[in-house]
């Protein structure tokens, strides 16, 4: 018999960078979109509440491929120094079923969520942009940096934190993908000048108001995928094109529109699904703020670990 563990390939975080660039992650999220695949039929995940966080279990089928993630969140793991999102990742033989690959899924969360950024606001976003404001000072903010200096030319970059150790500590990082931009750490006020925005934190109340944001902003919202969770203020949202993975998935575990939703701000179906989008149905808007809401699905852990085998 054939020993399935020996076949298999391992790819770790240092082989997963070294194998998949930013760059490559953003267009194979982009080239799945393209190609007609429509998030609306993935797979759907499930999660359990287990002590101390949560197990979430995300299997897709996508190009003749096929994977699942087992990944795990602890809200408690970054007071002790390790990822809030931790997990492995199976890859399968599309026409087997076979196990042919494990990777590091904690490394590939970290690559394909700001990838799916990145790629919807390349779309979103005007030409000109290159005004940076992050919030938050987890891995997510850095890798978001990188991202988006792979789709846009940064004049400057922002980054907001509660804590001033982590928040100079994110500031440095995140120098090396922008080099050429004026980068530091921010306020709330730089908001009004930012026409790239991201939020990628634990907060369950919107971080600032709408009248900050400007009409020609991108804003991506990372945060979280629980429905009653928010980082964006309902009358933003409502006054927003807003593109997410799926209106199934958003009627379920985006806070951000089922929260505007219930305010009487958003209509569930004046949302835009990025199948929608990318296919050329609705074209972004040029008239008010533009908002990608992810909650994160098994197709972009697919996509991008495609890549690295």
């Known amino acids: 018999m054939p020993d399935v563990i020996a076949d298999l390939a391992l790819v770790n975080a240092q082989l997963l960078a070294e194998r998949v660039s930013m760059s490559a992650a953003i267009a194979a999220v982009q080239s799945t979109l393209r190609d007609g695949f429509d998030p609306e039929h993935d797979l ?6 287990v002590p101390n966080g949560q197990l979430l279990l995300m299997p897709a089928a996508a190009g003749g491929a096929v994977g699942q993630k087992f990944a795990t969140v602890a809200p408690g793991n970054p007071a002790r120094g390790l990822e809030r999102i931790q997990g492995v990742y199976i890859l399968v033989d599309g026409q087997t079923l076979a196990p042919t690959a494990i ?32 919030i938050g000072t987890g891995p997510q903010s850095v890798r978001h940096v990188e991202a988006f200096a792979a789709i846009r030319p940064l004049r400057s970059v922002r980054i907001i934190g509660r804590d001033a150790g982590r928040t100079a500590s994110a500031v440095e990082v995140s120098r090396c993908y922008a080099p050429d931009a004026d980068m530091r750490a921010g306020t709330f006020d730089d908001i009004a000048a930012a026409d790239l925005i991201v939020c990628a934190t634990t907060a369950s109340a919107p971080l600032f108001p709408s009248e900050s944001v400007r009409d020609d902003a991108t804003i991506v919202a990372i945060g979280s995928h629980e ?9 933003l949202v409502g006054r927003s094109q807003v593109v997410v993975e799926s209106r199934r998935v958003a009627a379920s575990e985006a806070g951000d529109v089922i929260v505007a939703v219930e305010a009487g701000m958003l209509r569930l179906e004046d949302v835009v699904t990025m199948h929608e989008l990318f296919t050329g149905a609705t074209p972004a808007a040029t008239d008010r703020p533009r908002i990608v809401k992810t909650c994160g699905m098994g197709w972009q852990d697919l996509a991008v670990a495609r890549l690295a085998v």
């Open 227 to 235: 429905p009653d969770r928010t980082e964006l203020d309902p009358a």
């Open 103 to 134: 990777l590091d899924g904690t490394a590939l969360t970290s690559l394909r969520t700001p990838a799916v950024s990145a790629a919807c606001a390349d779309v979103l976003a005007d030409q000109s942009a290159g005004d940076l404001v992050v």
């Open 44 to 49: 759907t995940r499930q999660i359990l509440d």
